[in-house]
């Protein structure tokens, strides 16, 4: 028996209903817990929704619908998108955005095993196969191109129409609605993933990756000395400032961390909410607003620290430094250590094995003058949050040991959370340890920063990655924890007892790159002491703390798109500071 063959609006009007109904049940989820879903007439406004985005999907349908191999892979495609959304969305509360699609292209195979679970499958099997059996077997009559050309342009018009029919009956609820509720617009499956698909497919044209622009052209470092500094810069992974017991989270965290009686800025803010936005942001010299909007790409910290001469290492146990040490020394953890490792992931502490060996291999005439090693964690990274911490760090039981984070209570979820974050205490105790062993050869210290935070179910929000502007400080707030050797201090004329009473003061990922420069003593014209987080805990030649000498605006040339600040206008002036006084004398020194 031969199957009736049927137009192609036919498939594409019920495939679309399909997407813009049972693929938006987080939507209309979130919608019944504003209370938009309480009245007949917030009933009218989630169907004219739904009506909109099937009127928009049959309009895009329409335009592949010439053949059965240009529109069923097309539906298939969308159906993809809108299952694996719609899952993860519903599990984890999480949005489909820019920096979400950047996030997911950029996952490597150990983070995708992680998030693989039967309810995933079950999902995706229900949600994408189901329909896809159906769009396969679908018997779709083709006809002349010609006819065909009317039919889909009927189909947009039409599709075109009806949309803006039910955008103009609910403006005035629907405006009001986007407006108050800005993460309804995320949650519109697959509308959210095609525009930021193509948002960022299209950013070669908008920025231009092809142009690097060098940063910091004039960098110098101090010369060399008996005992260097040695900076240590741990940058952590999902760790959220909240859990940390120093920052006054009543269970105990962080113990080892406040034996040696570090500092901790409890009011540390994220350039982004994960690591693809964040990381390059941290460790560049143009900000969070800027570096947004930057039109190419810009050298980073770590070119500026190695052109000043010092020594710069990264080591990476993660799933990759997102090309921030393309120009630089660095190694991974992988291939790993059966010992430490399990499954392709490795424990923080392979990033101390073999160290002394690598600090050796790096030149020595950049060495006597000073070195930056980077360490990349795998930290608090999520949802496993289980396999990030080793028995003897598990002190919160019993913690979820699984992936899917909705099978396990709030208190599972955040007992393992807590135990990673007790793991990376004990990781901090340790490069602390190995810095001090280091001494005298070197003056050392330690930096860590988070890349960004975590939901741990607050308001049932897991996972991190919401838009910056509707995200929660949990996803925001991050650790920033600095030790000092007395060594170190007293090459930097810093004072503890100062930095101990700053530690309310806000920072954030823009006051990163300063600081570290500030830290290392390196002179360029890029860096802006305004940022400097310890300067106003320094104490230079001139004997008065928190004093710097000023900066000659005319002879600070700052990449394009980096604006002069109003510091360096009040303190323009003199040039000693940054281009002046003996060649390669530390800004920071105690007369």
């Known amino acids: 028996m031969t199957k009736k063959s049927a137009p192609a609006l036919w498939l594409t009007l019920p495939a679309s209903l399909w997407m813009a109904t049972v693929a938006n049940l987080p939507l209309w989820r979130e919608l019944d817990a504003l209370h938009l879903l309480d009245t007949p007439a917030d009933w009218a406004l989630a169907g004219g929704l739904a009506a909109t985005m099937a009127g928009l999907l049959t309009g895009i349908l329409s335009l592949f619908a010439w053949r059965r191999w240009t529109l069923k892979p097309v539906i298939g495609v969308l159906l993809a998108m809108s299952a694996s959304a719609a899952y993860f969305m519903w599990t984890y509360h999480v949005v489909v955005d820019a920096d979400m699609v950047v996030n997911v292209l950029q996952t490597d195979p150990q983070e995708v095993r992680a998030l693989l679970n039967v309810r995933m499958i079950g999902a995706l099997l229900g949600l994408f196969a189901l329909p896809l059996a159906v769009v396969s077997w679908f018997p779709l009559r083709e006809t002349t191109v010609v006819r065909q050309a009317g039919r889909n342009v009927l189909a947009v018009l039409v599709s075109a129409a009806a949309v803006a029919a039910v955008v103009v009956a609910t403006y005035q609820p629907l405006a009001s609605t986007m407006r108050n509720h800005k993460q309804l617009r995320y949650l519109m499956n697959p509308l959210s993933s095609v525009w930021a698909l193509g948002y960022v497919a299209a950013k070669p044209w908008i920025r231009d990756n092809s142009l690097l622009e060098a940063v910091g052209t004039d960098a110098v470092a101090p010369p060399a000395t008996a005992s260097p500094p040695l900076l240590v810069l741990v940058v952590g992974e999902t760790a959220r400032a909240a859990n940390f017991g120093l920052n006054g989270y009543s269970r105990p965290t962080t113990p080892l961390l406040e034996r040696e009686q570090v500092i901790s800025f409890a009011d540390a803010s994220a350039c982004g909410t994960s690591t693809a936005a964040s990381l390059?942001?941290?460790f560049s010299p143009l900000g969070r607003t800027a570096f947004d909007k930057r039109p190419h790409n810009y050298e980073n910290l770590l070119d500026v620290l190695q052109r000043a001469g010092l020594a710069v290492l990264w080591l990476d146990n993660q799933s990759g430094c997102k090309g921030l040490c393309d120009r630089v020394p660095h190694a991974s953890t992988r291939p790993a250590d059966a010992g430490l490792c399990a499954q392709g992931e490795c424990l923080d502490e392979l990033l101390l094995k073999d160290l002394e060996a690598r600090l050796a291999a790096l030149p020595p005439e950049r060495r006597a003058r000073g070195t930056v090693i980077v360490m990349h964690q795998m930290g608090s990274h999520g949802p496993a949050y289980y396999k990030r911490s080793p028995p003897a760090a598990k002190r919160f039981l019993p913690e979820c040991t699984s992936n899917n984070l909705q099978e396990c209570s709030r208190e599972q979820v955040t007992n393992a959370y807590d135990n990673s974050i007790v793991y990376t205490d004990l990781f901090l105790?340790?490069?602390?340890?190995?810095?001090?062993?280091?001494?005298p050869?070197?003056?050392?210290a330690m930096l860590y920063v988070s890349d960004h935070g975590e939901s741990l179910g607050e308001n049932n929000l897991y996972l991190h990655g919401l838009p910056y502007a509707i995200a929660p400080d949990v996803q925001k707030k991050v650790p920033w924890v600095t030790w000092?050797?007395?060594a170190f201090a007293g090459r930097t004329g810093l004072s503890l007892q100062c930095l101990r009473t700053r530690r309310e003061v806000a920072v954030s990922h823009d006051n990163y790159f300063h600081s570290v420069l500030g830290l290392m003593g390196v002179r360029t014209s890029v860096y802006a002491p305004d940022k400097d987080a310890y300067l106003p805990c320094a104490t230079p030649a001139d004997g008065a703390?928190?004093?710097?000498?000023?900066?000659?605006?005319?002879?600070?040339?700052?990449?394009?798109g980096l604006a002069v600040t109003d510091a360096d206008r009040l303190l323009?002036?003199?040039?000693?500071a940054v281009h002046g006084g003996p060649a390669g004398a530390a800004r920071y020194s105690r007369a």
């Open 545 to 560: 703390p928190g004093s710097l000498l000023p900066l000659n605006e005319a002879r600070v040339h700052r990449p394009r």
């Open 280 to 282: 390059p942001c941290m």
């Open 572 to 576: 323009a002036g003199r040039s000693d």
């Open 484 to 486: 000092i050797s007395p």
């Open 429 to 439: 105790a340790s490069v602390i340890r190995w810095l001090k062993e280091r001494e």
């Open 441 to 444: 050869s070197f003056s050392p």
